[in-house]
């Protein structure tokens, strides 16, 4: 068992491409010189540029391989990547607090795939609310801001809503207005955070990369703030590393 690495653990699905899920997290991890956990939700049939299919794993085995885990491990933070249901999310993140209540839990906001696959529709909102309260940070997208909030409200009062009960970092891929800038909102405080580089290549599974990396950078000891910051400049470097929708890892 290592002892010079924090773990951290990746709740996520499985790529066969390993651009996004768990995959490209234990890759991102590795890179940040800490141990790798993961458990599956769902199985999934697809490249990077083509969603076949998806088969759900059961919520029981999904938590009896986290209390496992939870059993043996000390696990500094947890990253939650897709999930079928609101239902499915909320017995896992109350499972990871009632085993370890000051491990931190980043949720990626995973709604639809990069190649518009549909994963999770927000039904029950009262169930939503309690599970960020659970939650030290979400990571949505500008379309998926949206559909966290309600009553087509407005975004800037739909993230008044949410850092109510978690810190929010609004990814600037998707803004055309200002893209590649990224908000940090807390509960009373913002923070911009623009990118070092103009020109970059798209990529599959970005989003389950920045995560990752940000997961990371809490379990190293750095503060929200600071591991927003390190994951986007790690995130850049991702970008960059080769014209594909495939990614290359690098510390």
């Not at 923070?191 to 599974?205: A, C, N, V």
Request: hydrophobic share 40%.
């Amino acid at each position: 068992m290592p002892t010079n690495r924090p773990f951290v653990l990746s709740i996520a699905g499985f790529d066969p491409s390993a651009g996004a899920g768990v995959l490209a997290d234990i890759k991102t991890f590795e890179q940040h010189k800490v141990y790798g956990l993961s458990v599956l939700t769902a199985n999934t049939i697809q490249t990077e540029s083509h969603f076949s299919s998806i088969q759900w794993v059961a919520i029981e085995q999904v938590l009896e391989s986290i209390l496992v885990l939870f059993e043996k491990y000390k696990i500094e933070t947890v990253k939650i990547g897709i999930v079928p249901s609101i239902e499915y999310l909320k017995a896992i993140v109350d499972l990871i607090k009632k085993q370890s209540p000051t491990t931190k839990i980043v949720w990626d906001t995973v709604l639809t795939s990069s190649t518009s696959f549909n994963f999770l529709a927000i039904q029950d909102r009262i169930a939503l609310v309690e599970i960020l309260r659970k939650i030290d940070l979400i990571t949505p997208n500008y379309n998926e801001i949206l559909v966290l909030g309600s009553n087509a409200a407005p975004i800037n009062s739909i993230i008044n809503q949410l850092t109510s009960h978690c810190a929010v970092l609004l990814k600037g891929g998707h803004n055309q207005n200002e893209l590649g800038i990224d908000y940090l909102h807390t509960k009373d405080r913002f923070f911009r955070l623009s990118p070092k580089i103009d020109t970059i290549y798209e990529k599959h599974g970005s989003g389950c990369v920045l995560s990752a990396a940000i997961t990371a950078n809490l379990a190293l000891g750095h503060d929200l703030l600071q591991s927003c910051k390190k994951a986007k400049d790690y995130i850049e470097q991702f970008l960059l590393s080769n014209p594909s929708l495939l990614g290359n890892h690098h510390a």
